[in-house]
């Protein structure tokens, strides 16, 4: 069954211009396997008048989204104009106007994803986005169909390429953080303002994506806590080692049986953390990117990839259309599954293990004072380690799993001792 | 949109009960997120009395496949007797009675593959086998539809549990072949006869699906040529360890621009590799299973999980199951991309870096006439590593890409050196 699609592009960024190459690279490749034709037949930018890559023909280019957005010669919208105003209503626009859509847009999907898949299902189109979660790495796709019929209970993901960079960074080469900070942004693979990085936000819009399709309830990004990278020091990384761990900035949604209606409550965070140096995420370098799937039956699966990139981003786009134009030929869609909002678990009560690197005045029961005071709020100590002495000793504590109400309640007991001079970092431990 | 489906079961082995089990477990479930209710309805084994899970009805079973594979009550077939003979027969007569196959069988999926999909293809119904490849790992799904769009030019995975578990254990224990295979039969681990596991066997089966996918060209699994790992012995383990490499089974199989009307030629191989330490399929450890793809635009992509078991297995057979129903409801099916049988490139003709193992009997002049041979037969030399000396000299060298024609050629002369007592070992290492 052969079948003509146009597509309509909105914005041409460095994301845009290497999804639009590639589209007209590949399209003769992908009509050989599937007898889809796919057409690049319009682009619209803000200032169409500006030089452009010479693959792209500069009549394709409009500065009316409209052109895109409504325009009855267009099957498929693409866009990667990015952010969420005034992105929001254009897509909202193209499903009114019975267009499927396909974004990469993770900050879009990511707070305002409910509405967008109820408009699509309203209109019976698809609403594509693979791209918004790991770049180039299917995971979206295997979550909602490959492990449609799956019990997923856990989702972590390495889901940021700059900061597992620049804690790659700070790992192997025992730098701080702004100068690894600096050089990554030297080369390129930071932001000038890599503020959303840094701090999880970028991360944060990736849990809610992930977890919404993991769970089918609607997570969206404010209802996930989140802690960046910013305050680790060179120190953390060398006694991570020592205790057998590496550091990384993971995202991780969990389901718990317990909620209402026996959908069950979802925790959801972003949080520096410590992960056993076998483990596969700690396998994960550099700017690429993972995710961890626990599941009840078919256990522990790992997707594993680019999480970043123009040309990696462009694929997964790619992929997504060439779906969406089946479909389309097909006369069918799927449906994003749009789970009720999720019932979210308030993030004192969940449990971790923790690192607690600590500074204090060595002298005779400190430790023992100190030690009764996690005890009392019912944190219990696996593991103690102190170095150095009198006035200069650092004592680790790494504990059993607590939630994190007992935790900060035992610090904040602890911060009131005499002896204890700083509680200088603490760290969740990825289990 | 509501949907019953009934589904027939041939086989009720390890995999079939599990398979069972997760259907009736999970059914409720699968309905609340999709509508579909799927029920259990009939089950053929060859001893329909023999006693059964408690939590499997005894009414289900029957002696007869032609109640599931003609039954016009049934929905959907799954199929896991395992074998080719007479299953073949069996799955033709469902696709030709117009019901969707799901099935885990890869023996036969990798033989008469090209048969079936055109079989399905000409029924208009689904023929799913994600559990036929790795198991629990959505492979498949990503390949044929994730990865549509993409020039997947490399498909290398480690796709056999048995022989993994086997490799980490000799690897981290120092222990020989035939101890490590013994404690694996021990487990649970290994077949009584692992023959097909420890020759390769399952894994160009494997390899051939992989392929088939990847390229868009039939790839049967006598197209690949293997090699097991029963020669290994420990002191290759503890020299690859020195060169900063690990040992793994893999399945490689690769496409090559150059083939006729421009699809290209395939090279498809089982062998023990040298991995570099870091590279990510290093760290796939005992009877975990990954996949590493090499894509033009996304790049490299892994995708790791439980390569074997019944309830992974028993989790990947559901969720065709489940997208073979939602089909069945919206009057669609994905057709398979059954390629043209490819056209193979012969493997004296692929390229690898190889480590050799040589026993030679020092003296001036020997180096020199060894490196000598390879010299002549175009093989370029990278390193060389003597240990001992005199008539117990052994020298390891590792070389830069060569034919494998080339490197037989240089073995060959090798062997009639008079100073070169052996060629122990020769692996190639995947780069």
């Known amino acids: 069954m052969e079948q003509h699609v146009r597509v309509g592009l909105l914005g041409c960024g460095t994301v845009g211009e290497a999804f639009a190459e590639l589209l007209v690279e590949r399209s003769p490749a992908i009509e050989s396997v599937t007898g889809i034709s796919l057409e690049l037949a319009r682009i619209a930018v803000r200032d169409p008048g500006r030089p452009r890559s010479s693959k792209l023909d500069p009549e394709l280019f409009t500065g009316n989204t409209d052109d895109v957005v409504k325009a009855e010669d267009i099957d498929i919208v693409v866009e990667l104009i990015g952010g969420t105003k005034p992105v929001g209503e254009l897509v909202m626009a193209a499903l009114k106007a019975g267009k499927p859509v396909v974004t990469a847009n993770k900050e879009l999907v990511g707070s305002a994803g409910p509405e967008l898949f109820a408009a699509a299902e309203q209109a019976g189109v698809d609403f594509f986005f693979e791209a918004a979660a790991?770049?180039?790495?299917?995971?979206?796709?295997?979550?909602r169909?490959?492990?449609?019929?799956?019990?997923?209970?856990?989702?972590?993901?390495?889901?940021?390429?700059?900061?597992?960079?620049?804690?790659?960074r700070m790992m192997a080469d025992g730098l701080g953080f702004g100068e690894v900070l600096a050089k990554a942004q030297e080369l390129g693979l930071a932001e000038p303002d890599a503020t959303a990085d840094?701090?999880?936000?970028d991360a944060a819009s990736k849990a809610a994506i992930l977890a919404s399709l993991a769970f089918n309830q609607s997570v969206v990004a404010h209802n996930v806590t989140r802690e960046g990278i910013t305050g680790l020091e060179p120190e953390d990384f060398e006694l991570a080692a020592q205790f057998g761990y590496v550091i990384k900035l993971l995202a991780v949604a969990e389901r718990f049986p317990d909620?209402?209606?026996?959908?069950?409550?979802?925790?959801?965070?972003?949080?520096?953390?410590?992960?056993?140096?076998?483990?596969?995420?700690?396998?994960?370098?550099?700017?690429?990117?993972?995710?961890f799937v626990t599941t009840s039956a078919a256990g522990e699966l790992m997707f594993y990839g680019h999480g970043a990139g123009p040309r990696p981003?462009?694929?997964?786009?790619?992929?997504?259309?060439?779906?969406?134009?089946?479909?389309?030929?097909?006369?069918?869609?799927?449906?994003?599954?749009?789970?009720?909002?999720?019932?979210m678990r308030p993030t004192q009560e969940l449990v971790h293990s923790y690192y607690i690197r600590t500074e204090v005045n060595e002298a005779p029961g400190v430790l023992s004072e100190v030690t009764g005071v996690f005890g009392r709020h019912g944190v219990s100590i696996r593991k103690v380690d102190q170095q150095g002495s009198e006035s200069q000793a650092r004592v680790v504590f790494i504990t059993f799993p607590a939630t994190e109400h007992a935790l900060h309640s035992a610090l904040e007991e602890l911060r009131g001792l005499g002896h204890v001079r700083d509680v200088g970092r603490v760290l969740r431990i990825y289990k």
């Open 134 to 143: 790991v770049a180039a790495v299917p995971i979206l796709r295997p979550l």
């Open 145 to 168: 169909e490959s492990l449609l019929a799956e019990d997923v209970t856990r989702v972590a993901g390495i889901v940021n390429g700059t900061t597992n960079y620049i804690l790659t």
């Open 198 to 201: 840094i701090e999880g936000a």
């Open 259 to 291: 909620g209402p209606d026996g959908i069950g409550s979802v925790g959801a965070q972003v949080f520096p953390a410590l992960v056993e140096r076998d483990h596969p995420l700690a396998t994960v370098r550099d700017s690429f990117n993972a995710v």
């Open 313 to 343: 981003s462009a694929s997964s786009i790619l992929g997504d259309v060439v779906s969406a134009a089946d479909h389309l030929r097909r006369g069918t869609h799927r449906r994003v599954p749009v789970g009720p909002p999720a019932v």
